[in-house]
C-alpha cells in the first residue's frame, strides 16, 4: 500500500458518495481518482485498468458537461435504461471484452488479460450509463465491483479491494435513492 491507493481509495469513496448524491462535484473529484488509479494500476500491470482511466477521465470530462449544460443536470431525475439499448450493451461488451483482451495478450504483459478486459469494458458501460443518469449504472457498478475486488485482492492491492467493497453498499444507497426519484 502506497500514497497513491490511499489517495486513490479517498478520492474514489467522496467522487460515488457525490454521484449518489447527484452532486455535478462527482466529475472532478472523478478525474482525481482517475490520475491516482491510472499510477497504481499501471505500477501493478493491470494496463487495461490504467488506460481505462485515461478513458474514465475523457468520459468524465463529458458527463460534466453533459450534467452542467445538457439535459442531463443535477435537477434533471434519473431515468430507465430502455430494453434495446440494454440489448446493444449486452452484445457489445462481451465483444468488447475480446477485444481487448485480445489487445492485452498480444501488446502487452498483463497475467490477467481476460480479467482486466472484462473490468475494464463493464466499467465503459457503467460509467456510458451514469453519464446518462440511467438507473441501471448502479447494477452495471456492482457487477463491476464484485470482479474488481477479486483482481485486486489477486494482484495485491488490497485497500482497492476493500474500496470496491465499500462502493457495492453506496451503489445499493445509489439505486435505492435513485429509483425513488424516478418518475
Not at 446493444?88 to 462481451?94: F, G, I, T, V
Not at 468488447?96 to 495478450?105: D, P, Q, S
Amino acid at each position: 500500500m502506497d500514497w497513491t491507493e490511499i489517495l486513490g481509495t479517498l478520492t474514489g469513496l467522496w467522487c460515488v458518495w457525490l454521484l449518489w448524491r447527484q452532486s455535478i462535484w462527482n466529475w472532478p473529484v472523478g478525474l482525481l481518482n482517475n490520475a491516482f488509479f491510472f499510477v497504481l494500476f499501471w505500477q501493478a500491470g493491470l494496463f487495461a485498468d490504467a488506460t481505462l482511466q485515461i478513458v474514465f477521465a475523457l468520459l468524465g470530462l463529458w458527463g460534466w458537461w453533459a450534467w452542467r449544460r445538457g439535459a442531463l443536470n443535477t435537477d434533471c431525475p434519473p431515468g430507465r435504461l430502455n430494453a434495446r439499448k440494454a440489448a446493444a450493451l449486452a452484445m457489445l461488451l462481451p465483444a468488447l471484452t475480446a477485444v481487448i483482451a485480445l489487445f492485452l495478450r498480444r501488446f502487452s504483459e498483463s497475467t490477467v488479460p481476460v480479467w482486466d478486459a472484462w473490468v475494464t469494458a463493464l466499467s465503459l458501460g457503467a460509467v456510458w450509463m451514469q453519464g446518462r443518469k440511467y438507473l441501471e449504472n448502479w447494477l452495471l457498478w456492482i457487477v463491476v465491483d464484485v470482479f474488481s475486488i477479486g483482481l485486486y485482492v489477486y494482484k495485491g492491492l488490497h485497500l482497492t479491494a476493500a474500496l470496491y467493497l465499500l462502493f457495492i453498499g453506496l451503489c445499493v444507497a445509489g439505486y435505492r435513492d435513485w429509483r425513488r426519484q424516478i418518475p
